[in-house]
Nanobody, 124 residues
Framework: EVQLVESGGGLVQPGGSLRLSCAAS????????MSWVRQAPGKGLEWVSG????????SYADSVKGRFTISRDNAKNTLYLQMNSLKPEDAAVYYC?????????????????WGQGTQVTVSS
């Protein structure tokens, strides 16, 4: 059974930092691209960042480029999102999503498995 469990969310002031983690199990983590996706209150899903299976390739939405860093530790089956210089508009529920079986892709056409999400609130 595929399981994705996010952690690390919380309340942070504008300009602050948070590090999200996603613990994966039930599949061969090191062979799948992974992504972070967020949903702000009253808005649709927004793809935030993706990483290929070995961690050598990353991609970012323009809204977070230069502030967020995605990474993964395949030995620990864990995906990370380092978020710096947070803005109020970054407030959302952040989900990790299991992508496609590809050595090069950082984005995938379909994400069939998602975690339960972790809330990020950016407010003074």
């Amino acid at each position: 059974e595929v399981q994705l469990v996010e952690s690390g969310g919380g309340l942070v002031q504008p300009g602050g930092s948070l590090r999200l983690s996603c613990a994966a199990s039930g599949f061969t983590f090191s062979t799948y691209a992974m992504s972070w996706v967020r949903q702000a209150p009253g808005k649709g899903l927004e793809w935030v960042s993706g990483i290929n299976s070995n961690g050598g390739r990353t991609s970012y939405a323009d809204s977070v480029k230069g502030r967020f860093t995605i990474s993964r530790d395949n030995a620990k089956n864990t995906l990370y999102l380092q978020m710096n210089s947070l803005k109020p508009e970054d407030a959302a529920v952040y989900y990790c999503a299991k992508g496609c079986l590809s050595p090069t892709a950082t984005m995938c056409p379909v994400y069939r498995y998602w975690g339960q999400g972790t809330q990020v609130t950016v407010s003074s």
